[in-house]
């Protein structure tokens, strides 16, 4: 197997954040060989994160959406890439080393990228109109839509998308009740100090939180839906959106040889495992996180670094193993919540600031060997920068607590 050469083919398939990026690193990194970008939606090219934020705002217009292009067309021209929207790849042959399209078409590659990302995990509840699930752009609009009626909304899932949705849909003035079975949703991201100060956060801004009981069934139809709940509550909701995780974009994968379970698996240095010449990149790809294991990191900020990895690797051939930057960022009503490194469940957490007086805190995470592996701030991006500077250069949690106490002093 060659892993280097700027003049190979290469065919990347998902044209969103990861296979974008992963287009233009090729070329700026001087890859002179043929591309082709395969993407099933026709969309030119977005970003998903504005999606549950300025794009569910009340007062987003249509030219919001062009400011939220990953490229425009000019820019897209200019990667002189085969440039192929609007069609799915059904299949691939890793041995022939040729992709079939929806088209019909038939790609040979010398290298493959599989950037197709996840959609939202179906509603297992499907009554007859009003659940909407947001993953893409036109999610996005038929939610406003929704929004825009101002009528009750039961948001079924209280991860980031769920909750940040909800912040929206306060913003249009709708009644709204973020269900979700876990006593304090996003605990195992934020951590319990942060998961608690969220629920009440909703609350303050006016939406109802109905924690740690799940959903057993939605039915009627748009307009006139019933939310039932484990214990019997019968919540009336004009619009549902359920937002309860993810799966990968794989199914056209079945067959191919790669190894799939729960993403595409791959070596830590992105290759896909059980062929060659392949890699996968972003919401796709199941990798070995060097703290986590092997993890699908669903987060903007891996795609982004992941697609700038293998477009090195491809070029220049692979050296070290992908290092994440494991950083994440959520917009709630008027709070900004940053992540940065994990949190281990087997660790211990140190609260740094008191969010009530001063309007920021942040939390810092030791790993279950007492080193710091990462840390959660609201409201205080200085110390979020300083802290990644910090865990980047083997800063101890005692370090990091000290520092942080002296900014907020
Ligand atoms: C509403 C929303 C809000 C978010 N907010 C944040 C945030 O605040 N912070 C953060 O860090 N992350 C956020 N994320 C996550 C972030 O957007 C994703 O991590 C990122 O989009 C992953 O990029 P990707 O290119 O790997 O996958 P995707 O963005 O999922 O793109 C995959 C693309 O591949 C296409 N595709 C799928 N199958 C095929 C096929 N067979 N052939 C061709 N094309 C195919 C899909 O249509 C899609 O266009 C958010 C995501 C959503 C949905």
Not at 30 to 47: C, K, N, Q, R, V
Not at 63 to 73: A, D, H, N
Not at 226 to 249: F, H, K, M, Q, R
């Amino acid at each position: 197997m060659s892993d280097s050469g700027a003049t190979r083919h290469v065919v990347v398939v998902g044209a969103s954040l990861a296979g974008t990026r992963t287009v233009q690193n090729l070329r700026s990194s001087g890859h002179s060989g043929p591309i082709t970008l395969i993407g099933a939606e026709s969309e030119l090219p977005y970003d998903r994160p504005p999606l549950s934020k300025d794009l569910l705002r009340s007062d987003w217009a249509d030219e919001t959406v062009e400011g939220f292009r990953l490229l425009t067309r000019a820019e897209l021209d200019a990667l002189e890439a085969d440039v192929r929207l609007g069609v799915a790849a059904t299949a691939v042959d890793t041995t022939a080393r040729t992709l079939t399209l929806a088209d019909g078409t038939t790609i040979g590659y010398d290298v493959l990228v599989i950037a197709t990302g996840a959609s939202a995990r179906p509603s297992p509840w499907r009554p007859a109109s009003g659940v909407v699930q947001l993953r893409t752009l036109d999610d996005a609009r038929a939610i406003a839509g929704r929004l825009a009626l101002q009528e009750p909304i039961v948001v079924v899932g209280g991860g980031f998308i769920g909750t940040e949705i909800a912040a929206a849909a306060v913003g249009y003035g709708c009644p709204v009740t973020v269900v979700d079975p876990v006593p304090e949703p996003m605990a195992r991201l934020v951590g319990p100090e942060i998961a608690g100060i969220i629920t009440d956060l909703h609350e303050r801004n006016g939406a109802a939180t109905r924690f740690g009981v799940g959903v057993v069934d939605i039915t009627g139809e748009a307009g006139a839906l019933t939310v039932v709940l484990a214990d019997g509550t019968e919540l009336a909701a004009s619009t549902a959106v359920v937002g309860i995780g993810t799966i990968p974009n794989i199914d056209w994968l079945a067959g191919s040889g790669l190894l799939l379970d729960n993403g595409v698996m791959t070596d830590q240095y992105l290759r896909a495992l059980g062929v060659a010449d392949v890699y996968a990149i972003g919401d796709v790809a199941r990798w070995p996180h060097p703290g986590r294991g092997g993890i699908r990191a669903e987060h903007w900020t891996n795609a982004s670094d992941q697609a700038r990895y293998v477009a090195g690797a491809i070029v220049h051939g692979v050296s070290a193993a992908y290092e994440p930057s494991d950083y994440v960022w959520s917009d709630q009503y008027d709070w900004k919540i940053h992540t940065v490194g994990w949190r281990d469940p087997a660790g211990t957490s140190v609260l740094v600031g008191d969010l009530e007086a001063d309007g920021r805190v942040a939390v810092i995470h030791s790993d279950e060997n007492g080193k710091a592996c990462g840390a959660v701030t609201v409201n205080w991006v200085r110390a979020l920068n300083q802290i990644r500077r910090q865990l980047m250069t083997g800063g101890t949690p005692d370090s990091i607590v000290d520092s942080l106490r002296e900014r907020a002093a």
